[in-house]
């Protein structure tokens, strides 16, 4: 279970539309000229999920950048136990037919 998501906002891409502002007023603050400024560190809790994301799907410079969901720190210890499963490898005599290459 997540503790939230978590968001950057990158200034220099923000063409001041203030969309973000509008949909999530919590998170973004206009200045001025319009253009948005983060506030806060970009944590978002889930109950404020939905507007947050609307206001990044939303941004037509896409200025907002989803960084991922927030974990909680865990114990190593109550941690199952993750392996990484490979790919079994393509075989040669498929490729080649599907490509039409000969060697």
Not at 10 to 29: E, M, V
Not at 40 to 64: F, K, N, S, Y
């Amino acid at each position: 279970m997540s503790d939230g998501l978590r968001i950057r906002l990158d200034r220099t891409l923000c063409d001041g539309f203030g969309i973000c502002a509008k949909h999530a007023p919590d998170y973004f603050s206009l200045d001025d000229w319009g253009y948005a400024s983060l506030v806060g560190d970009g944590t978002v809790p889930e109950r404020d999920r939905d507007a947050v994301m609307r206001a990044l799907l939303d941004c037509p410079a896409h200025a907002i950048i989803y960084m991922g969901e927030h974990r909680p720190s865990e114990n190593q210890q109550d941690r199952p136990d993750v392996t990484e499963t490979l790919e079994p490898a393509p075989k040669t005599e498929d490729n080649e037919a599907i490509s039409g290459f000969v060697r």
